[in-house]
Nanobody
């Protein structure tokens, strides 16, 4: 049974930093895409960053240079380091996983492509 459990969310002032963690268990596929997604009230879920089993990453343009996705394979934990946070980053953040589709040049950031999801962790940025 695949389980993803996020942690590390919280409230932070604009300009601050947070690191989100996602503990992954039960996921045995060697070729994968994993990612961080977010959903703000009244908005659609958005792909923020992805990483595949070769450590290739993608980012949505609004977070490039501010967020860093990484994975500790020994700990089977996915991370999202967020810095220079602003109010537009306020959202529920989810981690997700799916099998890597090698027909694509990189991992998709479309949430519909992901099969396994965590419950989410809230990030609130105050100005």
């Amino acid at each position: 049974q695949v389980q993803l459990l996020e942690s590390g969310g919280g409230s932070v002032q604009a300009g601050g930093s947070l690191r989100l963690s996602c503990a992954v268990s039960g996921y045995t596929y060697s070729r994968y895409c994993m990612g961080w997604f977010r959903q703000a009230p009244g908005k659609e879920r958005e792909g923020v960053a992805t990483i595949d089993n070769s450590a290739s990453t993608t980012y949505v343009s609004s977070v490039k240079g501010r967020f860093t996705i990484s994975k500790d394979n020994a700990e089977n934990t996915l991370y999202l380091r967020m810095s220079s946070l602003n109010s537009e980053d306020t959202a529920m953040y989810y981690c997700a996983a799916t099998n890597r589709d090698w027909r694509l040049r990189s991992c998709s950031r479309d949430p519909i492509q992901y099969n396994y999801w965590g419950q989410g962790t809230q990030v609130t940025v105050s100005s």
